[in-house]
């Protein structure tokens, strides 16, 4: 039971992982919109201005960067957790 219990969050974390890098490319790859996106701007992506589409783009970018870098981050703390868990219930 432990050690299901260890593996839970790990995979769980991985398949946040996953989704986010799914994305990542998504994002990366889109010249435009997606179809979320002219939902809430109310707004198809050829009526808007090209400087806003510039920004548009570029925050999307931003966000790809910043997805993958806490990936990162949470994947590291995962396995740190992992291991002082494995410690901890050495110990008991």
Same mark, same amino acid.
């Given at each position: 039971?432990?050690?299901?219990?260890?593996?839970?969050?790990?995979?769980?974390?991985?398949?946040?992982?996953?989704? $986010?890098?799914?994305?990542?490319?998504?994002?990366? $790859?889109?010249?435009?919109?997606?179809?979320?996106?002219?939902?809430?701007?109310?707004?198809?992506? #050829?009526?808007? #201005?090209?400087?806003?589409?510039?920004?548009?783009?570029?925050?999307?970018?931003?966000?790809?960067?910043?997805?993958?870098?806490?990936?990162?981050?949470?994947?590291?703390?995962?396995?740190?957790? $992992?291991?002082?868990?494995?410690?901890?219930?050495?110990?008991?």
């Amino acid at each position: 039971m432990k050690e299901i219990l260890k593996i839970i969050p790990i995979l769980l974390y991985t398949i946040v992982g996953i989704i $986010s890098m799914i994305m990542a490319v998504k994002n990366l $790859s889109s010249n435009k919109f997606l179809p979320f996106h002219e939902k809430v701007a109310k707004k198809p992506w #050829d009526e808007i #201005d090209n400087p806003i589409k510039l920004v548009i783009l570029t925050f999307m970018r931003l966000t790809v960067i910043g997805n993958c870098k806490c990936t990162k981050s949470v994947n590291k703390n995962v396995s740190k957790f $992992s291991k002082i868990n494995f410690r901890f219930s050495e110990q008991i």
